[in-house]
T-cell receptor
Framework: DAKTTQPPSMDCAEGRAANLPCNHS???????VYWYRQIHSQGPQYIIH???NNETNEMASLIITEDRKSSTLILPHATLRDTAVYYC???????????????FGKGTKLTVNP | DTAVSQTPKYLVTQMGNDKSIKCEQN?????MYWYKQDSKKFLKIMFS???????INETVPNRFSPKSPDKAHLNLHINSLELGDSAVYFC?????????????FGPGTRLTVT
């Protein structure tokens, strides 16, 4: 079962920031928070990940609370192409040569409106 | 320059038939996966191979048999297809010997069993 809780849907106006929350109250000290998104009918796409520090890349920013029990994915200037299902996933990094599985929850359906 | 490719994109077949889906990645990754996304959009891992060795097998019926001829390919063969096998199947790959462990997904294969 997924170890995260996300709102089922959110709306955002084009050009505005989209803030997607995620609760992971049972996260362990060695578990990372990963975000993926799935645009309609496409394969999931990696967005960003973090352990305890805030992270930023060309796609988004990830804000993790100090107690690590929740996080927020921020799309700073949402476009229509950002309409997708966003998945928040917590997982442990496997040892070298090992494997791991992503456990997807239901995600948040983000709709960016013109 | 497709990173993870799958063939075919669509597959329509009748119950009882045997079919295969092929996956190839040109990223030099050492681990490949098969995921299944059902009609309710839940995305679940089925198998994982690391360096051609089966690592993860998630209670999948033995009608499903993955085969990894080399690190760049992971094929999925399904025997005696059933209606419940109708879904979108995604292949993914990652590099577990360093890096972010982000998984790259293929475009999916939509299997319809009639």
């Amino acid at each position: 079962d997924a170890k995260t809780t996300q709102p089922p849907s959110m709306d955002c106006a084009e050009g505005r920031a989209a803030n997607l929350p995620c609760n992971h109250s049972t996260i362990s000290g060695n578990e990372y928070v990963y975000w993926y998104r799935q645009i309609h009918s496409q394969g999931p796409q990696y967005i960003i990940h973090g352990l305890k520090n805030n992270e930023t890349n060309e796609m988004a920013s990830l804000i993790i609370t100090e107690d690590r029990k929740s996080s927020t994915l921020i799309l700073p200037h949402a476009t229509l192409r950002d309409t997708a299902v966003y998945y928040c996933i917590v997982r442990v990094r496997p040892p070298q040569g090992g494997s791991e599985k992503l456990v997807f929850g239901k995600g948040t359906k983000l709709t960016v409106n013109p | 320059d497709t990173a993870v490719s799958q063939t075919p994109k669509y597959l329509v077949t009748q119950m009882g038939n045997d079919k295969s889906i092929k996956c190839e990645q040109n990223l030099g990754h050492d681990t490949m996966y098969w995921y299944k996304q059902d009609s309710k959009k839940f995305l679940k891992i089925m198998f994982s191979y690391n360096n051609k060795e089966l690592i993860i097998n998630e209670t999948v019926p033995n009608r499903f048999s993955p085969k990894s001829p080399d690190k760049a390919h992971l094929n999925l063969h399904i025997n005696s297809l059933e209606l419940g096998d109708s879904a979108v199947y995604f292949c993914a790959s990652t590099w577990t010997s360093g890096g972010n462990y982000e998984q790259y997904f293929g475009p999916g294969t939509r299997l319809t069993v009639t």
